[in-house]
């Protein structure tokens, strides 16, 4: 191939490709044409009619295209951020709801009567990790969330604490859906924001400078001890009587397995879990990423454009946080879709992982 990727990637794609192009990779300060034509682009108001008009607890956690935190994802892995009008317009009832429900604690905490309060800081995490994510990390609001977050996480990460786990012992009584998976001692979630990292803390940490308390996170996560934790944690109590299943780990597919070993769900979050990472200079630096990288790039083609396996970039019904939202908008019935998006996903990689210019695409 005589053209460079990123040339063949702005005649090949389409509109939510070349826009990220544009806006993330060359750094175009002209975006107005391609803004358009992202806005005008059909997935894109696909997922801007996902968005519900109501807002409520209910609606920020679960596998449906409608549920925040799915529709949010979407939107910002296909370029959407802070700035462009229609963003801030179908954002701000969201922002809006969050500053008020923050201020539902005299402090401005975790700390609050509620009929669920359990679930209250997991869902308030949600909400600040994507709009981070999105461009508005800088409102008050998200950052005492996150920075709350960080604060929670301290304690373990910093002193590489893994005794997660108290005996099904009285009073606690093992219920039908723990399937044998452990109970989660109460005293780490006190008030419900767990002092264990979820996928949703480092997605809000990727958009914060590197720090110590950050990098304590990164490391106490690509450690052996971590993935030898059980998948999703466990069995959360949550008073009087109830249990509930618990999830969102972040888990690294390919950390102890070699990648051949790992099912589809595992190597379906492979890259997004890869670009995840690859924010942090901890994870730039280590092992498990710099595998992931070479694992990625064994998909080369002879022309220098790569085609991952058709798994690895799933577009399915499902949660967006394991990758089944991975699809950039390209027409999957065409043959080059895989390849368009394999090599633009290359691209972002070797740019956070080089942290320098792209001098092989270029």
């Not at 977050?149 to 910093?158: E, F, G, N, Q």
Request: net charge positive.
């Amino acid at each position: 191939m005589k053209k460079s990727l990123i040339d063949w990637l702005m005649e090949s794609s389409g509109p939510i490709i070349r826009y990220k192009i544009l806006k993330e990779i060359v750094k175009s300060t002209d975006l107005r044409k391609a803004e358009e034509e992202l806005l005008n682009d059909d997935v894109v108001r696909y997922w801007f009619l996902k968005m519900p008009t109501q807002i409520d607890f209910n609606m920020f956690h679960g596998s449906f295209d409608t549920n925040f935190e799915n529709f949010m994802g979407k939107l910002v892995s296909m370029g959407l951020h802070a700035g462009i009008e229609i963003v801030d317009k179908k954002t701000k009832p969201y922002r809006v709801w969050f500053e008020n429900e923050l201020d539902k604690s005299p402090d401005r905490s975790f700390k609050i009567l509620d009929p669920k309060p359990s679930f209250r800081p997991f869902y308030l995490t949600i909400v600040a990790s994507l709009l981070a994510m999105a461009g508005y990390v800088y409102e008050p609001a998200i950052q005492r969330v996150l920075e709350l977050r960080l604060v929670a996480l301290k304690k373990m990460s910093s002193k590489k604490d893994y005794n997660l786990y108290i005996p099904w012992d009285p009073p606690h009584k093992e219920p039908a859906l723990a399937k044998g998976r452990p109970l989660v001692n109460p005293s780490l979630y006190e008030y419900g924001s767990s002092q264990f990292p979820s996928i949703h803390d480092i997605n809000g940490f990727s958009t914060f400078e590197d720090s110590k308390e950050i990098d304590d996170v990164i490391n106490y996560i690509m450690t052996p001890e971590y993935h030898k934790i059980t998948p999703g944690y466990g069995i959360v109590f949550v008073p009087p009587k109830h249990y509930y299943s618990m999830g969102w780990d972040v888990m690294l597919p390919g950390f102890i397995r070699d990648f051949n070993e790992l099912d589809n769900f595992d190597l379906g979050m492979l890259v997004q879990r890869a670009y995840l990472m690859s924010h942090f200079k901890k994870a730039r630096k280590s092992d498990w990423l710099n595998k992931a990288f070479k694992h990625l790039q064994s998909f080369r083609n002879n022309c220098g454009t790569y085609s991952f396996p058709k798994n690895y970039l799933k577009e399915s019904s499902g949660y967006w946080v394991t990758g089944s939202h991975m699809g950039l908008g390209e027409d999957r019935r065409k043959r080059n879709w895989i390849e368009i998006e394999s090599t633009f996903w290359m691209l972002k990689l070797q740019q956070l992982i080089d942290n320098k210019k792209l001098n092989d695409f270029i």
